[in-house]
């Protein structure tokens, strides 16, 4: 059975090569780089120690460098399983989950129907190209040249002019044996509703549009005349052409990220050229439409994180926001966007024009991730200074995140929601207050819960999680209210009292927030030095003459409430020392991150560069790593089913 180009393509591009090869393979994964699809593996057609087999998804093909073997998805099949060829296309047709074509006469007609369409588009780019370098082309030969349009750059991307005639395409194709049909089959001439066809394109600067194959499948045309209301248009939707399906320029930034780095989206026509001059090969446009779902498909399979870029105006803002809604729910690891916005009023082309390249880049490094883009969107110009306004914001956080299908990626992006909104309105009653510190206040302690609820699976031990972030988010009322991080540190080292003669230099040192708690360490220091410290009887004889049983009383009530058995004096040393080990680690890392947080806010306030927002964002990504990390020890302390030994 013969099969069709396009459905032994379509089949290809909906499966990675290493989703077939892998298996039969293990990957190797010092080599492999799977976030870029590259992938590497001993090989399975000769015996080897060492991984010479190297699949690669941008290309779709295998190679080894041992044995030499090299092919697609078919051939892998065909050598290494000794499948037929039919045989081979069914199994990658199961995987895309597309159903196998009949066997159709009429199908096999239209195949070759297609093929024939593809020599006329090549005619009528030839025609396009020379009318240029004519006495007709004259005119766009000095808008390209204005433009700063190099005449190598007009040549590799295949440029031309269609003169402002009903007929002279229509009359040149005719003369090369191309009927009627044809021509409009191919969306090259207007013939509805007309009793004369007649050329499409009339006065426009032509830019052909190739598949991923490099073959010219459609053309947009940009208007010569201001007269005219479009000033682009595009070929119509044809057998070749589905413009949903296609990025501008694919082919060629393809080819150009072997060299490295993450495919750029642009917006327009004259921006992929510009850029590609300016030395960014690897630029895509969409063709005059949002960006689809399909062309999204198209750059992930190029990119992992490809770079979403729009001008710098409110149209180019609102354009974004309608890419990462559209890009949201899609997310999965390894397949995501990164946000780039130009400054006011430019765009690509007019910002390497007049900055050059390096402008351009430095807009590329400070491009934003989809959360942040997200959260800029429901928080800029905000106001959130009543509870039912911040009960707002956290509702449609919520509906946003619930919509990202991938389960894990859509608890991650719950909880980075949630620490954001903690830390903002923290930060926000702080101000209010004339307090420097976040997170005052009690608006986290009923978000745990809510945000945890949006990961889906393995409720219990997010639940827990969620608990506990609520329990270390306690409000520290003038001391009455002690951290509990930090009070299982004191209660663990007055049960366990070995802990503080192991650990002197740090507990010596130990930065409490506390007042209660600073208290109790000062009496345990005390009795270290004064060797009143060898066991916990003589520790807790030594608060009571300090007058601080009190305190020691509610300090114990609140480890054994939080069920953290291993800071109290039944546990096992081995444990007590290992879960105080694990704490100690972690207060201390939130601390020294707590404190450069609030510098780098106070850096960013009084000097709000790009520079220092993204030190911030960096200082805060780390403090909420240690938060997260806090939390679930906490969490699994609590569900773990140990909790009888307190």
Known sequence: MRFSDGFLSEIRDRVPISAVIGQRVTWDRKKTNASRGDYWACCPFHGEKSPSFHCEDRKGRYHCFGCGVTGDHFRFLTDLDGMSFPEAVERIAEM?????????????????????????????????????????????????????????????????????????????????????????????????????????????????????RGRIIAFGGRAMSAEISAKYLNSPETELFHKGNVLYNFARARKALQKGGAVIAVEG????????????????????????????????????EPVLCFDGDKAGLKAAYRAADMVLPLVAPGHTARFALLPEGKDPDDLVKAEGPEAFRAVLEVARPLADLIWMRETQGGVFDTPERRAELEKTLREL??????????????????????????????????????????????????WSKGGGGQAAGRLAVSESLQRSAMVKRAGTIMPLRETCLVVALANHPILIDENFDHVERLDLSSGELRQLHSVLIDAMAHHEADNRDEVVGAIGRAGCIEIWERAVALVRKARQWTALEDAAIEDARDAFAQALHLHRSARTLHKELKQAEAALATDPTDENYRHLVEIQAQFHDVQATEALIEGFGVSSGRTGRN
């Open 96 to 212: 895309a989950g597309v159903p196998m074509p009949a066997r159709d006469a009429q199908e096999e007609r239209r195949e070759r129907e297609r093929a024939s369409l593809t020599d006329v588009m090549e005619l009528a780019t030839k025609f396009f190209e020379d009318r240029l370098q004519s006495a007709d082309g004259a005119k766009a030969r000095a808008y390209l040249r204005d433009r700063g349009l190099t005449p190598a750059t007009q040549q590799s991307f295949r440029l031309g002019y269609a003169p402002d005639s009903r007929n002279a395409l229509k009359e040149f194709l005719a003369a090369k044996g191309i009927e009627k049909v044809q021509m409009e089959a191919c969306g090259l001439t207007v013939f509805e509703d007309v009793p004369v066809s007649y050329d499409r394109f009339r006065d426009r600067i032509m830019f052909p549009i190739p598949d991923s």
């Open 269 to 304: 026509y004259m921006d992929v050229i510009a850029l590609a001059q300016a030395g960014f090969e690897n630029a895509v446009a969409p063709l005059g439409t949002a960006l689809t779902e399909n062309q999204l498909e198209l750059l992930w399979r190029m990119s992992g």
């Open 401 to 450: 995140t619930s919509r990202i299908k991938d389960e894990s990626v859509r608890f991650h992006y719950s909880q980075e929601m949630r620490d954001r909104v903690q830390s903002f309105f923290g930060g926000q009653r702080g101000r209010q207050q004339g307090q420097g510190e976040r997170g005052k206040g009690s608006f986290g302690k009923g978000g745990g819960g809510q």
